[in-house]
């Protein structure tokens, strides 16, 4: 199964603070059809998670333009431009290229 | 809007079978993916399985002997059959549309999740 380290484990930011958590594969997520199916998640506290990026880089529907996600192959990266509280919880990424379909270990974000 | 709501008991003895139904609301089963997924104690999730608007189903491996998931599309549910439980199945359970396509295969609508404990 592919293995998806997310890091840091744990990150405290203060508002307004802009912050990265990295994702990073065990293979590649690159699929032969030319797109790579890494997404991330938030999960707030008492709710269920909440599709934030698709495919690397696309925001969805009514997600704030404050998050973005980059990367390529096996190193991935979600930015937040500008902490607001409502961000915090934990993020998850998740890839669909290879099965079974696999979640990294999370980053739980704290506000100072 | 697409709506999913997951029920069951939340206690479950060990070495019994552990059930779950998701309830769609908004848009109908025959299309799409319908997946669970766990989240255990922590931060750990797992993708179990998924069933497709035609019915064919895909498992986690790690679960492949012990999982069933089955549908019923007259009343727009889907169901979870996990047999010969464990203490280490007790987690939250999640039901979730997945989009199966070229530009897509995630999930992206989620119900509230549903806490299941299993202890004698």
């Known amino acids: 199964d592919v293995v998806l380290t997310q890091t840091p484990p744990t990150l405290s930011a203060t508002i307004g603070q802009s912050v990265s958590i990295s994702c990073r594969s065990s293979q590649s997520l690159l699929h032969s059809n030319g797109n790579t199916y890494l997404h991330w998640l938030l999960q707030r506290p008492g709710q269920s998670p909440q599709l934030l990026i698709y495919?690397?880089?696309r925001l969805e529907s009514g997600v704030p333009n404050r998050f973005s996600g980059s990367g390529s192959g096996t190193d991935f990266t979600l930015k937040i431009s500008g902490v607001e509280a409502e961000d915090l919880g934990v993020y998850y990424c998740v890839q669909g290229t290879h099965a079974p379909l696999t979640f990294g270990s999370g980053t739980k974000l704290e506000i100072k | 809007e697409v709506q999913l709501q997951e029920s069951g008991p939340g206690l479950v003895k060990p070495s019994q079978s552990l059930s779950l139904t998701c309830s769609v609301t908004g848009y109908s089963i025959t299309s799409n993916y319908w997946g669970w997924i766990r989240k255990f104690p922590g931060n750990k999730m797992e993708w179990m399985g998924y069933i497709s608007y035609s019915g064919s189903t895909s498992y986690n491996p790690s679960l492949k002997s012990r999982i069933s998931i089955t549908r019923d599309t007259s009343k727009n549910q889907f169901f979870l059959q996990l047999n010969s439980v464990t203490t280490e199945d007790t987690a939250t359970y999640y039901c979730?549309?997945?989009?199966?396509?070229?530009?897509?295969?995630?999930?992206?609508?989620w119900g509230q999740g549903v806490m299941v404990t299993v202890s004698s």
């Open positions: 979730a549309r997945y989009l199966m396509g070229k530009a897509s295969r995630h999930f992206d609508y």
């Open positions: 495919l690397v880089s």
